[in-house]
């Protein structure tokens, strides 16, 4: 390096010194900056979070009630469908055309009536003719016999005319049964459906003329659990509904119980009896079937709204009385509480541990509800709370 090259890098030392300061002082001011800004966003946050804490949550408004006990019966339910205890589709046996029909669309027929004849003059004269037979061998029997008697003829000659006489009697009986077979008659009392045939028609064998239906009383018959076993029994009530009739119940029991439980379903056929005196339940309809047994049992039951329900648990919200405020009001606040639930009925289900009878249960504004939280009772609004509802339409 020469000392004209020294002399200039001398020089430039003064400079760099101030562009070095110059840099620093820029990055002092700017982080006395951004510290002034965040260090005020720190404060203003810690200062919020400590005013809403010693604000504390608003209270919130929901709806009570206390918990009841209520004497619940066991019972099962089940659907089925009905049938009727004596129920035919009459037809004929042997074919031939309508000469008369004896009844009316929906009449109510007592057993043996006469419903429908077809025509059987033929068969009445063919009839006739047997009978004609049938009445010369027996004459001849009883000639023969009284000759017999006085060894005019043999015994051989006798056996005979005895034999001839019951071939007679044998094809009028054959062509009696013939005869009535042009005639459908009723198999037993009961209510006719509506009429499949007309006058001049021509049957075939096997062709249905009308439905004959013995409706009371009736059969329901249905499936329950291979686990109802235990505790079904003939005899035991039953309570029928159907939403034909909403409001109104038939009553019966059990007749049968099928020995055998479905291997595909695992479930049992049973039987049950009604009563049916105004024919209001008909063969084929649907219904819904509930079977009561054991003695009453107590149970503390709230409303189905009141439970929260969770994937990690049940619960219900108690309102806890925890003395008064500044202003002397009652201090309500919610407090969890998990519960084992039971059966459900209606709007109701019953709590099984968990709650006891008495107790100030939350039944509207759950979901807005945490633990602990302060609460104030409105109950202008209540949920339903009926064991067997009846919807306002029926």
Not at 130 to 141: G, H, P, Q, V
Not at 334 to 349: H, I, M, P, S, Y
């Amino acid at each position: 390096m020469t000392m004209h090259d020294y002399r200039q890098d001398y020089d430039r030392r003064p400079r760099r010194r101030f562009l070095n300061l110059r840099m620093i002082i820029m990055l002092v001011l700017v982080a006395v900056v951004l510290g002034g800004v965040f260090g005020y966003s720190a404060v203003r946050g810690y200062m919020i979070k400590k005013f809403m804490a010693s604000m504390g949550a608003p209270p919130q408004t929901v709806s009570t009630m206390k918990a009841e006990i209520s004497e619940w019966q066991q019972q099962m339910r089940a659907v089925g469908s009905l049938r009727a205890v004596r129920g035919a589709d009459l037809s004929a046996q042997v074919a031939g055309i309508v000469s008369a029909v004896h009844f009316e669309s929906g009449a109510e027929v007592q057993e043996g009536a006469l419903l429908v004849e077809l025509m059987a003059a033929d068969d009445i004269a063919k009839l006739n003719a047997l009978k004609a037979s049938a009445a010369l061998a027996r004459i001849t029997r009883d000639r023969n016999l009284a000759q017999f008697k006085a060894q005019a003829v043999s015994k051989q000659q006798v056996d005979a005319d005895e034999q001839n006489l019951k071939s007679a009697e044998a094809q009028v009986a054959q062509q009696e049964a013939l005869v009535n077979y042009k005639s459908i008659r009723a198999p037993f009392a009961g209510q006719l459906g509506i009429r499949l045939v007309d006058i001049g028609q021509y049957l075939s064998a096997g062709t249905a003329v009308v439905t004959l239906q013995s409706l009371d009383p009736i059969f329901f018959d249905f499936y329950m659990p291979q686990q109802a076993l235990d505790v079904l029994k003939t005899g035991l009530p039953v309570t029928v509904e159907t939403d034909t009739y909403p409001g109104i119940t038939f009553t019966g029991s059990v007749l049968a119980i099928n020995p055998k439980v479905d291997p595909d379903t695992r479930n049992v056929q049973v039987r049950a009896t009604l009563s049916n005196p105004e024919h209001k339940l008909l063969p084929g309809m649907y219904a819904n079937v509930t079977l009561r047994f054991g003695e009453p049992q107590p149970y503390v039951t709230v409303p189905q709204t009141a439970i929260s329900y969770n994937p990690y648990g049940n619960l219900v919200y108690v309102v806890d009385n925890q003395g008064n405020d500044q202003s002397g009001k009652p201090k309500l606040v919610a407090t969890q509480k998990f519960v084992t639930l039971g059966e459900t009925r209606g709007d109701q289900v019953a709590i099984l541990t968990g709650i006891d009878d008495g107790q100030e249960i939350v039944t509207n504004g759950l979901n807005k509800l945490r633990n602990g939280i302060p609460v104030v009772v409105n109950n202008s609004v209540q949920p339903s709370n009926d064991a067997n509802p009846t919807p306002p339409n029926e």
